[in-house]
């Protein structure tokens, strides 16, 4: 069956450090594979989207990889801030446009 | 822009009483919406999907007679939880895709309803 694993220990880092976040899968051929931020007690944010012909994308201190013969993607925040501190979810796309969600990984930034 | 609503942000009632929930797209018409439901720790469950002016596509094991749901406008999406239970409190959120997009790449969420069924 479809697989989305993530991390499901919080990542402790310190403010200034670079946060890498991972999301492996298995039994799927994602065309799209998303990243989005949750807060407690709110609705995800999209923040960035990387389709299967893609091995980079970059949006200000965000930068996503994407290795689909590892079925692996790498989301790197850069200069992490405190208010980087939330949840962070990824999700494939297979093509239906109706994304699969893993559960998450919490990020905490300690100033 | 992209605004998503929803009310209420917090619902505590009785079991066996119905709930229901509101989704707005604010700044922008939908003609798909979706609702999920996230348990604590755990990843968004897609429910069903919301479509103007037809019936709702629900996901296997999702039982349509018990969570109801109206897309009456391209604006306006509503859950109805019948005669809740316990096991139903829940973080459910709903999502959608303005017109305009020409894929369902990134999705809008509402900021959730936290229900809770005593």
């Known amino acids: 069956s479809q697989k989305i694993e993530q991390n499901s220990e919080a990542l402790n880092i310190q403010e200034g450090k670079t946060a890498t976040l991972t999301c492996n899968y298995t039994n799927y051929s994602p065309a799209y594979l998303q990243w989005y931020r949750q807060d407690p007690g709110r609705g995800p944010v999209f923040l960035l989207l990387i389709r299967e012909n893609e091995k980079e994308k970059r949006k200000e201190r965000l930068k996503v990889t994407f290795d689909t013969t590892l079925k692996q993607s790498l989301f790197h925040i850069t200069a992490s801030q405190p208010a980087d501190s939330a949840t962070y979810l990824c999700a494939l796309d297979g093509g239906s446009y109706i994304p699969t969600f893993g559960r998450g990984t919490s990020l905490i930034v300690h100033p | 822009g992209a605004v998503v609503s929803q009310h209420p942000s917090r619902v505590i009632c009785k079991s066996g009483t119905s709930v229901k929930i509101e989704c707005r797209s604010l700044d922008f018409q939908a003609t798909t919406m979706f609702w999920y439901r996230q348990f604590p720790k755990k990843s968004l469950m897609l429910m069903a999907t919301s479509n103007e002016g037809s019936k709702a596509t629900y996901e296997q094991g999702v039982e349509k007679d018990k969570f109801l749901i109206n897309h009456a406008s391209l604006t306006l999406s509503t859950l109805t939880v019948t005669s809740a239970h316990p096991e139903d409190s829940s973080f459910y959120i709903c999502?959608?895709?303005?017109?305009?997009?020409?894929?369902?790449?990134?999705?809008?969420f509402g900021p959730g309803t936290r229900l809770t069924v005593l």
């Open positions: 999502s959608a895709f303005p017109l305009a997009q020409s894929s369902y790449n990134e999705q809008f």
